[in-house]
């Protein structure tokens, strides 16, 4: 439970602030594109300059038979300054000259809601640019975070031995991470730096530093890629043991009494050793006989003698299954030997 309560507030961590920022940063982009399309149907009307600074401006205008007033700049909803580019500087310029008479000021509004209105209807597309990372980058994680905690609120307790498997992979983390990174980096280093040499502030080109630590990133995640491909090929075409097999156990020696082994007193074959009398002593016999073989046992059932060594190897020469069937043969007609008898 504790476990289950920590990845809470931990993904809570990541989800509210990165997810606020993506869900705002989307808001804009989409906000921005859709009343900068909106306002190419509209009308451009003439308008009187009531006040403008740090990015607000007043006016009032005509429209009809009766008199509206607006206070929107541009097709950004949230209005504000920024030096992304030298769209303020315009914005300035062109509001100057409006209030000292020398141009007339002109707005676009909307003939459907003459209520709504605006000074310049182009979308700024550095800006949307510079507003993008942040809506894919931080929307991204806030997204991820919530799917985790989603699924851990929801979801029961692992089994034991579950957890590393339910854990997303380290490859499938580098590439997220490496993509956020660059999405956001890339986009900003290429709308600020340009200005910024432009204006001879090179002590901007620090920024550059995010997007080398961006392709080193890149690299890494390509790298560990390779090597999981390679691994999973390897994993793939290497055969497996068809069958377990048995480590080889060394048998333990006989038990040793007074220097000889049990079964080597008394053997018949020591005097067969060597030409010189000396006998050989087989130290590999324990004394106990071999099981009787029960086919043979059957065959010399039915002759009543013990088998020859000729004969025994005739049967050792069959295969299994015939031995088998010449066996129950043989004690079939030993059975039907005795019965006659009696």
């Not at 006040?51 to 009032?60: I, K, L, T």
């Not at 008479?101 to 310049?120: I, Q, R, T």
């Amino acid at each position: 439970m504790k476990g289950k309560l920590a990845t809470v507030l931990f993904c809570l961590v990541f989800a509210i602030p990165f997810g606020g920022i993506g869900v705002g940063a989307s808001w804009v982009v989409v906000k921005m594109i859709q009343d900068g399309n909106r306002a190419q149907q509209w009308v451009r009307t003439k308008a009187t300059l009531d006040s403008y600074g740090r990015g607000a401006v007043r006016y009032h205008y005509k429209f009809g038979e009766n008199t509206y007033s607006g206070d929107r700049l541009g097709a950004n909803p949230i209005g504000g300054t920024d030096n992304i580019d030298s769209w303020h500087a315009d914005m300035r310029q062109m509001l100057s000259e409006a209030k000292n008479g020398s141009k007339p000021l002109m707005v676009w509004v909307n003939p459907d809601n003459p209520a709504e209105s605006m000074v310049d209807r182009t979308i700024r597309w550095k800006l949307l640019i510079f507003a993008l990372p942040f809506a894919l980058g931080f929307g991204g994680v806030g997204v991820g975070a919530l799917y985790v905690l989603v699924k851990t609120v929801f979801s029961g307790a692992s089994p034991p031995g579950t957890g590393r498997a339910a854990a997303p992979s380290g490859l499938a983390s580098t590439w997220i991470f490496t993509l956020m990174w660059n999405v956001i980096a890339f986009p900003i280093a290429l709308i600020v730096v340009p200005d910024a040499v432009g204006q001879g502030e090179y002590w901007v080109l620090f920024v550059l530093l995010f997007p080398l630590i961006g392709v080193l990133l890149l690299w890494g995640a390509l790298s560990a890629t390779m090597t999981a491909i390679k691994n999973s090929f390897k994993r793939a075409f290497t055969p497996k043991p068809t069958s377990f097999q048995q480590p080889v156990v060394t048998p333990s020696p006989a038990p040793v009494r007074d220097g000889f082994a049990r079964g080597m007193l008394d053997d018949p074959r020591a005097a067969a050793g060597s030409a010189d009398g000396a006998g050989v002593i087989d130290t590999m016999d324990d004394g106990i006989p071999p099981p009787p073989d029960p086919d043979t046992a059957q065959w010399e059932k039915l002759a009543g003698k013990k088998l020859s060594a000729a004969e025994r190897a005739q049967l050792d020469n069959m295969s299994p299954r015939m031995r088998q069937l010449t066996g129950k043969l043989a004690g079939w007609l030993a059975r039907q030997k005795e019965e006659s008898k009696n």
